[in-house]
């Protein structure tokens, strides 16, 4: 069992940068790749970016490849997606999710998930 907690979401102006974090409850944490898909009202819930559980590789979107950066500290159970440069275009509810066997861009193979962070970029 492992419960996600996404913080560090908020307003930024377009060009700013925010880091919002995920915390894991649960003893398993270091096992599980983790993503953070984000949910645009009327276009769904699409990838962002993932990391595996050791943090060794990881996987971005295109749009967000040179502007986010995905960590995790497997010792404090934390993941963290560093975004610079916002564009309104990110703007939406940012979740972690954690899954077992490697990144994925697939929601279904993502076993936990957080209550998300919302992220709004204003132009």
């Known amino acids: 069992q492992l419960q996600l907690v996404e913080s560090g979401g908020g307003l930024v102006q377009a060009g700013g940068s925010l880091r919002p974090s995920c915390a894991a409850f649960?003893?398993?944490?270091?096992?599980?790749?983790m993503g953070w898909p984000r949910q645009v009202p009327g276009n769904g819930r699409g990838f962002v970016a993932g990391?595996?559980?050791?943090?060794?590789?990881?996987d971005y979107v295109d749009s967000m490849k040179c502007r986010f950066t995905n960590s995790r500290d497997n010792a404090k159970k934390t993941v963290y997606l560093q975004m610079n440069n916002l564009k309104p275009e990110d703007t939406g509810v940012y979740y972690c999710a954690a899954a077992l066997y490697g990144v994925s861009r697939v929601g279904t193979r993502y076993r936990y998930w957080g209550q998300g962070t919302q992220v709004t970029v204003s132009s």
């Open positions: 990391i595996s559980d050791n943090g060794g590789i990881t």
């Open positions: 649960g003893r398993t944490f270091s096992i599980y790749a």
